[in-house]
Protein backbone atom coordinates (compact mmCIF):
# COMPACT_ATOMS: atom_id res chain seq x y z
CA UNK A 1 0.00 0.00 0.00
CA UNK A 2 1.72 3.52 -0.73
CA UNK A 3 0.06 6.81 0.55
CA UNK A 4 -0.24 9.56 -1.92
CA UNK A 5 1.72 12.80 -0.84
CA UNK A 6 -1.39 15.04 0.60
CA UNK A 7 -2.75 12.13 2.67
CA UNK A 8 0.98 11.40 4.05
CA UNK A 9 1.14 15.10 4.84
CA UNK A 10 -2.38 15.29 6.18
CA UNK A 11 -1.72 12.33 8.17
CA UNK A 12 1.66 13.55 9.66
CA UNK A 13 -0.29 16.73 10.33
CA UNK A 14 -2.97 14.71 12.51
CA UNK A 15 0.23 13.11 14.37
CA UNK A 16 1.96 16.61 14.99
CA UNK A 17 -1.85 17.73 16.42
CA UNK A 18 -2.32 14.87 18.93
CA UNK A 19 0.95 15.62 20.27
CA UNK A 20 0.57 19.08 20.55
CA UNK A 21 -2.44 18.64 22.50
CA UNK A 22 -1.20 15.58 24.78
CA UNK A 23 2.33 17.19 25.10
CA UNK A 24 0.59 20.68 26.55
CA UNK A 25 -1.84 18.29 29.00
CA UNK A 26 1.16 16.46 30.37
CA UNK A 27 3.52 19.47 30.71
CA UNK A 28 0.28 21.26 32.68
CA UNK A 29 0.24 17.70 34.90
CA UNK A 30 4.14 17.53 35.37
CA UNK A 31 4.61 21.06 36.25
CA UNK A 32 1.48 20.96 38.81
CA UNK A 33 0.09 23.90 36.75
CA UNK A 34 -3.15 21.60 36.72
CA UNK A 35 -3.50 18.27 38.91
CA UNK A 36 -6.98 16.80 37.14
CA UNK A 37 -9.25 16.95 34.44
CA UNK A 38 -11.53 19.32 35.92
CA UNK A 39 -9.36 21.98 37.08
CA UNK A 40 -8.67 23.01 33.32
CA UNK A 41 -10.51 26.17 32.11
CA UNK A 42 -11.58 28.08 29.09
CA UNK A 43 -7.89 29.52 29.33
CA UNK A 44 -6.38 26.31 28.57
CA UNK A 45 -8.42 25.51 25.63
CA UNK A 46 -6.93 29.06 24.21
CA UNK A 47 -3.30 28.18 24.57
CA UNK A 48 -3.96 24.99 23.43
CA UNK A 49 -5.44 26.52 19.86
CA UNK A 50 -3.09 29.21 19.78
CA UNK A 51 0.05 26.75 20.65
CA UNK A 52 -1.53 24.74 17.45
CA UNK A 53 -2.55 27.68 15.15
CA UNK A 54 1.00 28.82 15.49
CA UNK A 55 3.28 25.56 15.30
CA UNK A 56 1.49 24.08 11.98
CA UNK A 57 2.77 27.29 10.10
CA UNK A 58 6.34 27.06 11.39
CA UNK A 59 6.19 23.55 10.49
CA UNK A 60 4.72 23.85 7.15
CA UNK A 61 6.98 26.95 6.30
CA UNK A 62 10.69 24.89 7.44
CA UNK A 63 9.96 21.63 5.73
CA UNK A 64 8.76 19.36 8.30
CA UNK A 65 6.51 17.76 6.36
CA UNK A 66 9.41 17.17 3.23
CA UNK A 67 11.31 14.69 4.43
CA UNK A 68 10.66 10.46 3.41
CA UNK A 69 10.02 8.66 6.43
CA UNK A 70 11.72 5.60 5.76
CA UNK A 71 15.11 7.69 5.64
CA UNK A 72 14.34 9.64 9.16
CA UNK A 73 17.75 10.16 11.09
CA UNK A 74 18.34 11.76 14.19
CA UNK A 75 19.02 14.95 12.23
CA UNK A 76 14.97 15.00 11.86
CA UNK A 77 15.08 15.30 15.96
CA UNK A 78 17.47 17.92 16.36
CA UNK A 79 15.88 19.69 13.64
CA UNK A 80 12.17 19.11 15.40
CA UNK A 81 13.89 20.61 18.72
CA UNK A 82 14.62 23.70 16.43
CA UNK A 83 11.21 23.80 15.52
CA UNK A 84 9.72 23.96 18.72
CA UNK A 85 12.00 26.02 20.13
CA UNK A 86 11.25 28.75 18.02
CA UNK A 87 7.46 28.03 18.51
CA UNK A 88 7.95 28.64 22.42
CA UNK A 89 9.78 32.15 21.75
CA UNK A 90 6.89 33.11 19.27
CA UNK A 91 3.99 32.21 22.02
CA UNK A 92 6.14 33.95 24.84
CA UNK A 93 6.49 36.96 22.66
CA UNK A 94 2.56 37.18 21.76
CA UNK A 95 2.00 36.39 25.19
CA UNK A 96 3.62 39.91 26.20
CA UNK A 97 2.45 41.75 23.43
CA UNK A 98 -1.28 41.24 23.61
CA UNK A 99 -1.42 40.57 27.38
CA UNK A 100 -2.80 36.58 26.94
CA UNK A 101 -2.83 35.12 30.03
CA UNK A 102 -0.25 32.57 28.98
CA UNK A 103 1.08 29.70 32.03
CA UNK A 104 4.74 29.75 32.97
CA UNK A 105 8.03 29.61 31.37
CA UNK A 106 8.84 26.09 33.14
CA UNK A 107 5.94 24.40 31.30
CA UNK A 108 6.98 25.79 28.40
CA UNK A 109 10.15 24.00 28.71
CA UNK A 110 8.18 20.46 29.67
CA UNK A 111 6.19 21.01 26.48
CA UNK A 112 9.42 21.53 23.82
CA UNK A 113 10.56 18.20 26.09
CA UNK A 114 7.28 16.28 25.82
CA UNK A 115 6.13 17.52 22.01
CA UNK A 116 9.91 16.44 20.82
CA UNK A 117 9.29 13.09 22.68
CA UNK A 118 5.77 12.29 21.46
CA UNK A 119 6.23 13.05 18.05
CA UNK A 120 9.54 12.36 17.80
CA UNK A 121 8.91 8.51 18.91
CA UNK A 122 5.76 8.36 16.59
CA UNK A 123 7.65 9.14 13.67
CA UNK A 124 10.38 6.52 14.06
CA UNK A 125 7.72 4.12 14.80
CA UNK A 126 6.79 4.81 11.57
CA UNK A 127 10.00 4.90 10.24
CA UNK A 128 10.49 1.21 11.13
CA UNK A 129 6.97 0.12 10.28
CA UNK A 130 7.46 1.72 6.84
CA UNK A 131 11.08 -0.37 6.47
CA UNK A 132 10.09 -3.47 8.12
CA UNK A 133 6.73 -4.21 7.44
CA UNK A 134 5.52 -1.97 3.85
CA UNK A 135 8.59 -1.82 2.14
CA UNK A 136 9.96 -5.44 2.74
CA UNK A 137 6.68 -7.03 2.45
CA UNK A 138 6.40 -4.75 -0.85
CA UNK A 139 9.26 -6.89 -2.05
CA UNK A 140 7.60 -9.89 -2.93
CA UNK A 141 11.33 -11.60 -3.23
CA UNK A 142 12.65 -13.48 -0.62
CA UNK A 143 14.86 -11.50 1.34
CA UNK A 144 19.03 -12.25 0.93
CA UNK A 145 19.88 -13.24 4.13
CA UNK A 146 23.53 -11.54 5.30
CA UNK A 147 26.10 -12.04 7.70
CA UNK A 148 28.45 -8.20 7.06
CA UNK A 149 31.82 -8.83 8.32
CA UNK A 150 32.92 -5.23 9.60
CA UNK A 151 30.98 -3.79 12.12
CA UNK A 152 32.85 -0.41 12.15
CA UNK A 153 31.78 2.20 10.49
CA UNK A 154 32.16 0.70 7.29
CA UNK A 155 29.58 -2.45 8.64
CA UNK A 156 27.17 0.52 9.92
CA UNK A 157 26.56 2.74 6.80
CA UNK A 158 26.33 -0.80 5.02
CA UNK A 159 23.63 -1.99 7.33
CA UNK A 160 21.85 1.51 7.06
CA UNK A 161 21.79 1.02 3.35
CA UNK A 162 20.35 -2.29 2.70
CA UNK A 163 17.90 -1.83 5.17
CA UNK A 164 16.48 1.26 3.75
CA UNK A 165 16.27 -1.16 0.14
CA UNK A 166 14.16 -3.99 2.46
CA UNK A 167 16.25 -6.50 0.05
CA UNK A 168 18.42 -8.08 2.93
CA UNK A 169 18.13 -9.28 6.30
CA UNK A 170 21.14 -9.31 8.13
CA UNK A 171 21.02 -12.40 10.22
CA UNK A 172 24.91 -11.39 12.44
CA UNK A 173 27.85 -8.85 11.99
CA UNK A 174 31.40 -10.29 12.36
CA UNK A 175 34.49 -8.11 13.55
CA UNK A 176 38.12 -8.95 14.53
CA UNK A 177 37.54 -6.35 17.17
CA UNK A 178 37.60 -9.09 20.38
CA UNK A 179 35.82 -5.89 22.41
CA UNK A 180 32.99 -5.82 20.32
CA UNK A 181 32.10 -9.32 20.55
CA UNK A 182 28.44 -9.72 22.49
CA UNK A 183 27.46 -6.37 21.87
CA UNK A 184 24.95 -5.13 19.14
CA UNK A 185 24.89 -3.29 16.20
CA UNK A 186 21.59 -1.91 15.44
CA UNK A 187 19.86 -4.94 17.66
CA UNK A 188 22.33 -7.13 16.01
CA UNK A 189 24.23 -9.30 17.19
CA UNK A 190 28.80 -9.15 16.36
CA UNK A 191 30.29 -12.14 16.69
CA UNK A 192 33.58 -13.85 16.24
CA UNK A 193 34.12 -14.79 12.91
CA UNK A 194 35.05 -18.34 14.07
CA UNK A 195 31.03 -18.21 14.93
CA UNK A 196 30.44 -18.40 11.39
CA UNK A 197 30.29 -22.08 11.47
CA UNK A 198 27.68 -22.33 13.72
CA UNK A 199 25.00 -19.87 11.92
CA UNK A 200 26.22 -20.58 8.27
CA UNK A 201 22.93 -22.56 7.25
CA UNK A 202 20.98 -18.87 7.77
CA UNK A 203 23.18 -17.14 5.58
CA UNK A 204 23.14 -16.73 2.21
CA UNK A 205 25.69 -13.87 1.94
CA UNK A 206 28.69 -12.74 3.24
CA UNK A 207 29.22 -9.10 3.01
CA UNK A 208 33.07 -7.44 3.64
CA UNK A 209 32.35 -3.98 4.72
CA UNK A 210 35.47 -2.98 5.57
CA UNK A 211 36.87 -0.48 2.22
CA UNK A 212 40.61 -0.74 3.71
CA UNK A 213 40.84 -4.12 4.37
CA UNK A 214 44.23 -6.03 3.11
CA UNK A 215 44.26 -8.57 0.54
CA UNK A 216 45.57 -11.01 2.92
CA UNK A 217 43.19 -10.44 5.39
CA UNK A 218 40.43 -11.63 2.41
CA UNK A 219 42.20 -14.07 1.05
CA UNK A 220 41.96 -15.69 5.24
CA UNK A 221 37.80 -14.74 5.13
CA UNK A 222 37.85 -16.47 1.79
CA UNK A 223 39.90 -19.56 3.13
CA UNK A 224 37.12 -19.90 6.08
CA UNK A 225 34.08 -19.12 4.30
CA UNK A 226 35.02 -21.54 1.05
CA UNK A 227 34.22 -25.00 3.06
CA UNK A 228 30.31 -23.42 3.98
CA UNK A 229 29.99 -22.70 -0.17
CA UNK A 230 28.95 -19.14 0.62
CA UNK A 231 29.17 -16.24 -1.83
CA UNK A 232 31.29 -13.03 -0.85
CA UNK A 233 30.84 -9.55 -2.05
CA UNK A 234 32.61 -7.12 -0.78
CA UNK A 235 32.12 -2.97 -0.41
CA UNK A 236 34.06 -0.87 -2.88
CA UNK A 237 37.73 0.85 -2.05
CA UNK A 238 38.25 3.92 0.08
CA UNK A 239 39.92 5.53 -2.78
CA UNK A 240 36.38 5.07 -4.75
CA UNK A 241 34.04 5.78 -2.58
CA UNK A 242 36.10 9.68 -1.62
CA UNK A 243 36.03 10.29 -5.34
CA UNK A 244 32.38 9.59 -5.27
CA UNK A 245 32.77 6.60 -8.16
CA UNK A 246 30.96 4.41 -5.61
CA UNK A 247 28.88 4.07 -2.80
CA UNK A 248 28.96 1.99 0.39
CA UNK A 249 26.17 -0.20 -0.80
CA UNK A 250 27.60 -0.51 -4.77
CA UNK A 251 28.80 -4.32 -3.34
CA UNK A 252 30.81 -6.15 -6.08
CA UNK A 253 31.37 -9.91 -5.91
CA UNK A 254 34.74 -10.51 -3.95
CA UNK A 255 37.02 -10.77 -7.17
CA UNK A 256 40.23 -13.25 -7.85
CA UNK A 257 42.80 -10.78 -8.16
CA UNK A 258 41.72 -10.43 -3.96
CA UNK A 259 43.57 -14.07 -3.56
CA UNK A 260 46.93 -13.04 -5.54
CA UNK A 261 49.37 -15.16 -3.66
CA UNK A 262 50.91 -11.44 -2.23
CA UNK A 263 49.87 -8.58 -0.81
CA UNK A 264 48.89 -5.82 -3.24
CA UNK A 265 51.38 -4.03 -4.32
CA UNK A 266 50.72 -0.03 -4.24
CA UNK A 267 52.76 2.40 -5.79
CA UNK A 268 53.19 5.59 -5.34
CA UNK A 269 52.58 8.64 -8.11
CA UNK A 270 56.16 9.63 -6.55
CA UNK A 271 57.82 13.13 -7.72
CA UNK A 272 59.59 11.68 -10.65
CA UNK A 273 56.52 10.51 -12.33
CA UNK A 274 54.50 13.66 -11.94
CA UNK A 275 57.38 15.33 -13.18
CA UNK A 276 57.31 13.26 -16.12
CA UNK A 277 53.94 13.12 -16.74
CA UNK A 278 52.89 16.38 -15.69
CA UNK A 279 52.56 19.14 -18.43
CA UNK A 280 53.40 16.43 -21.06
CA UNK A 281 52.06 15.52 -24.27
CA UNK A 282 51.29 12.02 -23.64
CA UNK A 283 50.50 9.16 -26.65
CA UNK A 284 49.02 5.59 -25.99
CA UNK A 285 48.56 3.50 -28.71
CA UNK A 286 45.91 0.63 -27.95
CA UNK A 287 44.44 2.89 -25.51
CA UNK A 288 41.39 0.80 -25.52
CA UNK A 289 43.08 -2.22 -24.43
CA UNK A 290 43.07 -3.67 -21.05
CA UNK A 291 46.42 -1.61 -20.26
CA UNK A 292 45.79 1.14 -22.48
CA UNK A 293 42.91 2.00 -20.94
CA UNK A 294 44.34 1.42 -17.40
CA UNK A 295 47.47 3.82 -18.02
CA UNK A 296 44.63 6.08 -19.89
CA UNK A 297 43.02 6.53 -16.29
CA UNK A 298 46.08 6.46 -14.10
CA UNK A 299 47.63 9.57 -16.17
CA UNK A 300 44.61 11.50 -16.19
CA UNK A 301 45.20 12.15 -12.47
CA UNK A 302 48.31 13.62 -13.26
CA UNK A 303 47.57 16.51 -14.95
CA UNK A 304 49.81 16.12 -18.79
CA UNK A 305 48.65 19.07 -20.79
CA UNK A 306 47.64 16.14 -23.54
CA UNK A 307 46.06 12.81 -23.48
CA UNK A 308 46.39 11.29 -27.50
CA UNK A 309 44.39 7.82 -27.18
CA UNK A 310 45.03 5.87 -30.38
CA UNK A 311 42.91 3.15 -31.26
CA UNK A 312 41.54 1.00 -34.42
CA UNK A 313 38.49 -0.19 -32.44
CA UNK A 314 35.71 2.77 -32.67
CA UNK A 315 33.57 0.65 -29.57
CA UNK A 316 36.69 0.46 -27.73
CA UNK A 317 37.75 4.06 -28.36
CA UNK A 318 34.26 5.25 -27.37
CA UNK A 319 33.82 3.35 -24.06
CA UNK A 320 37.37 4.55 -22.90
CA UNK A 321 37.02 8.53 -24.37
CA UNK A 322 33.39 8.65 -22.60
CA UNK A 323 34.99 7.32 -19.41
CA UNK A 324 37.27 9.68 -19.79
CA UNK A 325 35.78 13.14 -20.17
CA UNK A 326 33.78 12.56 -16.88
CA UNK A 327 37.67 12.69 -15.19
CA UNK A 328 39.21 15.30 -16.87
CA UNK A 329 40.17 18.40 -15.52
CA UNK A 330 40.88 22.06 -17.34
CA UNK A 331 44.69 21.69 -17.79
CA UNK A 332 44.62 18.52 -19.77
CA UNK A 333 43.08 18.34 -23.41
CA UNK A 334 41.77 14.84 -24.65
CA UNK A 335 41.87 13.47 -28.15
CA UNK A 336 40.44 10.27 -29.10
CA UNK A 337 42.12 9.18 -32.59
CA UNK A 338 40.61 6.13 -34.68
CA UNK A 339 43.84 5.18 -36.59
CA UNK A 340 46.17 2.21 -37.40
CA UNK A 341 49.93 2.31 -35.44
CA UNK A 342 50.98 0.55 -38.50
CA UNK A 343 50.41 3.23 -40.70
CA UNK A 344 53.85 5.24 -40.50
CA UNK A 345 52.35 8.53 -42.40
CA UNK A 346 49.73 8.46 -39.57
CA UNK A 347 52.00 8.06 -36.95
CA UNK A 348 54.36 10.90 -37.80
CA UNK A 349 51.23 13.57 -38.78
CA UNK A 350 50.18 12.48 -35.12
CA UNK A 351 53.18 12.83 -32.71
CA UNK A 352 54.02 16.49 -35.00
CA UNK A 353 50.55 17.57 -35.08
CA UNK A 354 50.42 16.98 -31.30
CA UNK A 355 53.62 17.52 -30.14
CA UNK A 356 54.10 14.06 -28.67
CA UNK A 357 56.80 13.78 -25.72
CA UNK A 358 55.67 10.26 -24.50
CA UNK A 359 54.51 7.53 -26.39
CA UNK A 360 53.13 4.10 -24.08
CA UNK A 361 53.04 1.52 -26.75
CA UNK A 362 50.58 -0.96 -25.93
CA UNK A 363 49.32 -1.89 -29.54
CA UNK A 364 49.54 -5.49 -30.06
CA UNK A 365 48.03 -9.18 -31.13
CA UNK A 366 48.53 -10.66 -27.54
CA UNK A 367 45.75 -13.75 -28.32
CA UNK A 368 48.24 -17.13 -28.50
CA UNK A 369 45.62 -19.18 -30.64
CA UNK A 370 44.04 -16.46 -32.81
CA UNK A 371 47.76 -15.28 -33.60
CA UNK A 372 48.89 -19.26 -34.43
CA UNK A 373 45.97 -19.82 -37.01
CA UNK A 374 46.85 -15.55 -38.44
CA UNK A 375 50.75 -15.83 -38.66
CA UNK A 376 51.40 -13.30 -40.65
CA UNK A 377 49.13 -10.88 -39.75
CA UNK A 378 50.67 -11.39 -35.74
CA UNK A 379 54.27 -10.86 -37.13
CA UNK A 380 53.07 -7.90 -39.40
CA UNK A 381 51.10 -6.32 -36.29
CA UNK A 382 53.48 -6.84 -33.04
CA UNK A 383 57.15 -6.27 -35.00
CA UNK A 384 56.29 -3.30 -37.48
CA UNK A 385 54.48 -1.61 -35.37
CA UNK A 386 56.82 -1.01 -32.72
CA UNK A 387 59.59 -0.58 -35.64
CA UNK A 388 57.14 2.43 -37.25
CA UNK A 389 56.81 4.12 -33.58
CA UNK A 390 60.13 3.89 -33.26
CA UNK A 391 60.63 6.14 -36.72
CA UNK A 392 58.01 8.32 -36.41
CA UNK A 393 59.27 9.30 -32.70
CA UNK A 394 63.06 9.85 -34.41
CA UNK A 395 61.65 12.14 -37.17
CA UNK A 396 58.99 13.73 -34.22
CA UNK A 397 61.51 14.38 -31.66
CA UNK A 398 60.03 12.07 -29.16
CA UNK A 399 61.35 11.95 -25.68
CA UNK A 400 60.41 8.63 -24.73
CA UNK A 401 59.36 5.41 -26.13
CA UNK A 402 58.09 2.60 -23.23
CA UNK A 403 56.78 -0.93 -25.03
CA UNK A 404 54.77 -3.05 -23.11
CA UNK A 405 55.93 -6.54 -23.49
CA UNK A 406 54.92 -9.85 -22.37
CA UNK A 407 56.78 -12.90 -20.54
CA UNK A 408 55.96 -14.97 -23.23
CA UNK A 409 58.68 -13.58 -25.34
CA UNK A 410 60.88 -15.35 -22.61
CA UNK A 411 62.21 -18.44 -24.86
CA UNK A 412 59.09 -18.30 -26.80
CA UNK A 413 57.02 -21.07 -28.38
CA UNK A 414 54.75 -19.51 -30.21
CA UNK A 415 54.35 -16.85 -33.06
CA UNK A 416 52.93 -14.04 -30.74
CA UNK A 417 55.59 -14.74 -27.98
CA UNK A 418 58.45 -14.53 -30.59
CA UNK A 419 56.91 -11.57 -32.55
CA UNK A 420 57.08 -9.94 -29.07
CA UNK A 421 60.13 -10.62 -28.85
CA UNK A 422 61.57 -9.41 -32.23
CA UNK A 423 59.58 -6.26 -31.20
CA UNK A 424 61.86 -5.93 -27.74
CA UNK A 425 64.98 -6.41 -30.49
CA UNK A 426 64.08 -3.36 -32.19
CA UNK A 427 63.16 -0.99 -29.07
CA UNK A 428 66.79 -2.18 -28.11
CA UNK A 429 68.38 -1.31 -31.16
CA UNK A 430 66.90 1.93 -31.57
CA UNK A 431 68.20 2.24 -27.57
CA UNK A 432 72.04 1.52 -29.02
CA UNK A 433 71.53 3.91 -32.01
CA UNK A 434 70.51 6.74 -29.70
CA UNK A 435 72.83 5.67 -27.02
CA UNK A 436 76.02 6.24 -30.28
CA UNK A 437 74.55 8.95 -31.35
CA UNK A 438 74.45 10.90 -27.68
CA UNK A 439 78.37 9.59 -27.97
CA UNK A 440 78.96 11.66 -30.81
CA UNK A 441 76.72 14.75 -30.71
CA UNK A 442 75.38 16.97 -28.40
CA UNK A 443 71.45 16.12 -29.39
CA UNK A 444 69.07 15.11 -26.39
CA UNK A 445 68.26 11.24 -27.26
CA UNK A 446 65.21 9.62 -27.38
CA UNK A 447 64.83 6.86 -24.71
CA UNK A 448 63.88 3.68 -25.70
CA UNK A 449 63.01 1.14 -23.22
CA UNK A 450 60.35 -1.73 -22.89
CA UNK A 451 58.26 -3.49 -19.44
CA UNK A 452 58.26 -7.43 -19.35
CA UNK A 453 54.86 -8.82 -17.37
CA UNK A 454 53.21 -11.94 -17.19
CA UNK A 455 49.64 -12.42 -17.11
CA UNK A 456 47.14 -9.83 -16.18
CA UNK A 457 44.04 -10.36 -14.40
CA UNK A 458 40.94 -9.83 -15.97
CA UNK A 459 41.97 -8.40 -19.28
CA UNK A 460 40.83 -9.51 -22.75
CA UNK A 461 42.10 -13.04 -23.06
CA UNK A 462 42.81 -13.96 -19.40
CA UNK A 463 41.51 -16.98 -18.30
CA UNK A 464 39.70 -15.25 -16.16
CA UNK A 465 36.10 -14.38 -18.09
CA UNK A 466 36.59 -17.39 -19.57
CA UNK A 467 36.08 -19.49 -16.33
CA UNK A 468 33.77 -16.72 -15.22
CA UNK A 469 31.34 -17.72 -18.58
CA UNK A 470 31.69 -21.34 -17.81
CA UNK A 471 30.90 -21.25 -14.12
CA UNK A 472 27.59 -18.96 -14.88
CA UNK A 473 26.59 -21.47 -17.92
CA UNK A 474 27.06 -24.18 -15.39
CA UNK A 475 30.05 -25.32 -16.05
CA UNK A 476 32.10 -27.61 -17.51
CA UNK A 477 35.27 -25.16 -16.45
CA UNK A 478 38.02 -25.92 -19.18
CA UNK A 479 41.89 -26.41 -18.42
CA UNK A 480 44.39 -27.17 -21.09
CA UNK A 481 46.84 -29.06 -18.57
CA UNK A 482 46.36 -29.34 -15.22
CA UNK A 483 49.95 -28.48 -14.50
CA UNK A 484 50.11 -24.77 -16.08
CA UNK A 485 51.63 -22.45 -14.08
CA UNK A 486 51.61 -18.38 -14.78
CA UNK A 487 52.43 -15.36 -12.80
CA UNK A 488 49.51 -13.02 -12.47
CA UNK A 489 49.13 -9.58 -11.41
CA UNK A 490 46.43 -6.66 -11.36
CA UNK A 491 45.35 -4.39 -14.55
CA UNK A 492 46.41 -1.26 -11.64
CA UNK A 493 49.63 -2.39 -10.81
CA UNK A 494 51.10 -3.71 -14.34
CA UNK A 495 50.00 -0.14 -15.65
CA UNK A 496 51.30 1.46 -12.54
CA UNK A 497 54.88 -0.56 -13.64
CA UNK A 498 54.62 0.81 -16.84
CA UNK A 499 54.79 3.96 -15.42
CA UNK A 500 57.65 3.78 -13.44
CA UNK A 501 59.64 1.99 -15.31
CA UNK A 502 59.25 4.88 -18.01
CA UNK A 503 60.24 7.13 -15.26
CA UNK A 504 63.29 5.07 -14.26
CA UNK A 505 64.14 4.31 -18.11
CA UNK A 506 67.71 5.60 -18.98
CA UNK A 507 68.13 3.67 -22.86
CA UNK A 508 67.60 0.13 -23.82
CA UNK A 509 66.53 -1.20 -20.61
CA UNK A 510 64.46 -4.35 -19.66
CA UNK A 511 61.85 -3.62 -16.71
CA UNK A 512 60.64 -6.57 -14.49
CA UNK A 513 58.32 -6.91 -12.05
CA UNK A 514 58.66 -9.10 -8.73
CA UNK A 515 55.51 -10.80 -9.70
CA UNK A 516 55.69 -13.19 -6.33
CA UNK A 517 55.01 -16.81 -6.46
CA UNK A 518 53.25 -18.47 -9.82
CA UNK A 519 49.46 -19.46 -9.48
CA UNK A 520 48.44 -23.03 -10.74
CA UNK A 521 45.80 -22.23 -12.93
CA UNK A 522 43.80 -25.73 -11.85
CA UNK A 523 44.06 -24.16 -8.43
CA UNK A 524 42.56 -20.58 -9.90
CA UNK A 525 39.71 -22.31 -11.24
CA UNK A 526 38.97 -24.23 -7.93
CA UNK A 527 38.74 -20.89 -6.27
CA UNK A 528 36.46 -19.14 -8.94
CA UNK A 529 34.29 -21.56 -8.10
CA UNK A 530 34.22 -21.55 -4.87
CA UNK A 531 33.89 -18.06 -5.09
CA UNK A 532 30.50 -18.08 -6.65
CA UNK A 533 29.57 -20.10 -3.75
CA UNK A 534 29.50 -23.43 -5.72
CA UNK A 535 31.38 -26.70 -5.36
CA UNK A 536 33.89 -28.59 -7.55
CA UNK A 537 32.52 -31.85 -9.07
CA UNK A 538 35.45 -34.25 -8.86
CA UNK A 539 35.92 -38.12 -7.92
CA UNK A 540 35.90 -36.79 -3.97
CA UNK A 541 32.91 -34.91 -4.23
CA UNK A 542 30.59 -36.29 -7.28
CA UNK A 543 27.51 -34.60 -6.31
CA UNK A 544 29.65 -31.17 -6.67
CA UNK A 545 27.86 -28.35 -9.12
CA UNK A 546 30.41 -27.56 -11.58
CA UNK A 547 33.37 -30.31 -13.19
CA UNK A 548 36.86 -28.76 -14.11
CA UNK A 549 37.96 -31.09 -17.40
CA UNK A 550 41.53 -31.02 -19.26
CA UNK A 551 41.37 -30.54 -23.21
CA UNK A 552 45.39 -30.49 -23.80
CA UNK A 553 47.66 -28.11 -24.54
CA UNK A 554 46.76 -25.28 -27.36
CA UNK A 555 49.72 -25.22 -30.31
CA UNK A 556 52.60 -23.20 -28.99
CA UNK A 557 51.50 -23.16 -25.21
CA UNK A 558 53.82 -23.58 -22.20
CA UNK A 559 53.16 -25.10 -18.93
CA UNK A 560 54.70 -22.08 -17.84
CA UNK A 561 56.13 -18.71 -18.55
CA UNK A 562 59.91 -17.06 -17.47
CA UNK A 563 60.80 -13.46 -17.18
CA UNK A 564 64.17 -13.61 -17.98
CA UNK A 565 66.31 -14.64 -21.50
CA UNK A 566 70.34 -14.38 -19.84
CA UNK A 567 70.74 -12.01 -17.55
CA UNK A 568 70.68 -10.78 -14.05
CA UNK A 569 68.34 -8.57 -13.23
CA UNK A 570 69.80 -5.38 -10.71
CA UNK A 571 67.31 -4.12 -8.68
CA UNK A 572 66.32 -0.57 -9.05
CA UNK A 573 65.01 2.72 -7.00
CA UNK A 574 61.89 0.46 -6.40
CA UNK A 575 62.48 -2.75 -4.50
CA UNK A 576 59.57 -4.59 -6.76
CA UNK A 577 60.91 -3.51 -10.35
CA UNK A 578 64.44 -4.70 -11.53
CA UNK A 579 66.40 -3.94 -14.30
CA UNK A 580 68.01 -6.31 -17.19
CA UNK A 581 70.26 -5.75 -19.74
CA UNK A 582 69.83 -7.92 -22.86
CA UNK A 583 71.89 -9.09 -25.88
CA UNK A 584 70.29 -7.54 -28.74
CA UNK A 585 70.87 -7.60 -32.86
CA UNK A 586 72.67 -4.24 -34.21
CA UNK A 587 70.75 -2.40 -36.28
CA UNK A 588 73.11 -2.86 -38.95
CA UNK A 589 71.98 -6.72 -39.18
CA UNK A 590 68.89 -6.26 -38.03
CA UNK A 591 66.93 -4.02 -40.08
CA UNK A 592 68.15 -5.39 -43.43
CA UNK A 593 66.69 -8.78 -42.29
CA UNK A 594 63.19 -6.75 -40.94
CA UNK A 595 63.24 -5.51 -44.54
CA UNK A 596 62.92 -9.18 -45.85
CA UNK A 597 60.97 -10.24 -43.29
CA UNK A 598 58.32 -7.35 -44.37
CA UNK A 599 58.55 -8.31 -47.87
CA UNK A 600 57.71 -11.88 -47.03
CA UNK A 601 55.04 -11.11 -45.54
CA UNK A 602 53.75 -8.73 -48.02
CA UNK A 603 54.10 -11.60 -50.57
CA UNK A 604 52.24 -14.01 -47.84
CA UNK A 605 55.31 -16.09 -48.07
CA UNK A 606 54.63 -17.59 -44.58
CA UNK A 607 57.32 -20.38 -44.63
CA UNK A 608 60.12 -18.02 -45.41
CA UNK A 609 58.95 -15.64 -42.97
CA UNK A 610 58.76 -18.08 -39.92
CA UNK A 611 62.23 -19.15 -41.20
CA UNK A 612 63.75 -15.56 -41.11
CA UNK A 613 61.61 -15.24 -37.46
CA UNK A 614 62.80 -18.55 -36.03
CA UNK A 615 66.74 -16.91 -36.93
CA UNK A 616 66.09 -13.54 -35.41
CA UNK A 617 64.62 -15.03 -32.40
CA UNK A 618 66.80 -18.08 -32.31
CA UNK A 619 65.17 -19.21 -28.62
CA UNK A 620 61.43 -19.67 -30.41
CA UNK A 621 61.92 -23.65 -30.77
CA UNK A 622 58.39 -24.17 -32.34
CA UNK A 623 59.71 -24.82 -35.58
CA UNK A 624 62.20 -26.95 -34.24
CA UNK A 625 59.46 -29.66 -32.62
Known sequence: MFLTPLLRKAILILIDLFSITLAIYVSFWVTGYRSDIASYNVNDLKVILITIFT?????????????LSKYLKSTSLYALVLRNFCIINLLIIF??????????IKIWFSFLFCSVSFSGLIRFIARDLVLNFIVK????KKPIKVAIFGAGAGGARLSAALNIGGNYRIIAFFDDDTTLWGRTLGGIPIKSFSELKNIFQNIDQIL????????????????SVKLFNLPIMVVPGLDEIASGRAKINNLKPFGIDDLLGRGEINFNKDNLINKEINNSSICITGAGGSIGSELCRQIIGMNPSKLILIENSEPSLYKINQELKDKINSKTQLY????????????????????????????????VPLVEINRLEGINNNVFSTQKICIASKKSKVNKVTLVSTDKSVRPTNVMGASKRLAELIIQSYANIEEENINNSNNEKITFSMVRFGNVLGSSGSVVPLFKKQIAEGGPVTLTHPEVIRYF????????????????SEGGDLFLLDMGEPIEIKKLAEQMIQLSGLSVRSKKNPDGDIEIITTGLRPGEKLYEELLINAEAEITSNPLIFRAKEDFIRHEILFPKLEKLNNFIKEKDEISALLLLSELVPEWKELKN
Open 137 to 140: RGNF
Open 489 to 504: MTISEASKLVLQASAL
Open 95 to 104: SYKFNWDFPV
Open 336 to 367: PILGNVNDLGFLIYTFNYFKIEIVYHTAAYKH
Open 55 to 67: SLPVYLITGQYKG
Open 208 to 223: IAIPSISRQRKKEIFN
